[in-house]
């Protein structure tokens, strides 16, 4: 089973944002970005995409699936 690793914590700490306001910025709780942030949910493409945006980072930055 893949297990997802994420770099959203480094990316939203480098844009001076709490996990509240880019749950804001992409219409999520801020739990699910804790989750995400943890590897503990895997995002809908377009919730990644929109978290991606608003990091100003690639999808490919910001998610990595392993074993």
């Known amino acids: 089973?893949?297990?997802l690793r994420t770099t959203?914590?480094?990316q939203r700490i480098k844009k001076n944002m709490t996990q509240t306001e880019l749950?804001?910025?992409v219409g999520v709780r801020r739990e699910t970005i804790g989750?995400?942030?943890k590897g503990q949910y895997?995002?809908?493409l377009k919730l990644a995409?929109?978290?991606a945006n608003i990091l100003?980072?690639?999808v490919y930055d910001l998610?990595?699936?392993y074993e």
């Open 1 to 3: 089973m893949s297990k």
């Open 8 to 10: 959203i914590a480094e």
């Open 23 to 25: 749950a804001e910025a």
């Open 35 to 37: 989750r995400l942030e």
């Open 42 to 44: 895997n995002p809908s």
């Open 49 to 51: 995409m929109d978290i």
């Open 56 to 58: 100003e980072a690639s």
């Open 63 to 65: 998610f990595e699936f």
